[in-house]
């Protein structure tokens, strides 16, 4: 049975420049680094960055991104230091929450988000998408 999320893994094709990235920029907790890879918390959870042999390529159109959790009182300030750094927003928040979706220095998508997954739930049983089906 799974327990939990374990970590996050993210491809990256610069080591020294994503580093920087996460802890001076997004802020995260650095753990340890080496020349391939780097470990971060975030809260309990925790990221690897892992120096890709291959070009790292993402899709536009794709969806997938990494969400982090960030307090109401805090989501303006990180807000205005990651724009003031220059960080490219890829998306419109239309979801609960605030939420301020950006890029790494490798194009994986990110977010800051207010909220977690009850507050999610519930703003769906107020407004549920057609055919939604709940579990609890």
Wanted: hydrophobic letters at 40%; one cysteine or more.
């Amino acid at each position: 049975m799974i327990t939990g999320l374990n970590y996050l893994n993210l491809a990256v094709s610069n080591m020294e420049r994503s580093f920087y990235f996460y802890r001076n920029i997004v802020g995260l907790k650095p753990l340890c680094k080496w020349p391939n890879g780097a470990y971060f918390l975030a809260g309990e959870a925790w990221l690897c960055l892992h120096l890709s042999q291959e070009p790292v390529v993402r899709s536009p159109q794709d969806y997938t991104h990494l969400a982090f959790s960030v307090s109401q009182e805090n989501f303006d300030s990180m807000v205005e230091r990651l724009t003031r750094e220059g960080v490219i927003s890829f998306k419109e928040n239309i979801s609960e929450g605030d939420s301020f979706y950006f890029l790494d220095p490798d194009a994986n998508k990110l977010e800051l988000h207010v909220g977690d997954w009850q507050s999610r739930i519930a703003a769906k049983k107020k407004a549920p998408w057609p055919n939604t089906e709940f579990f609890s």
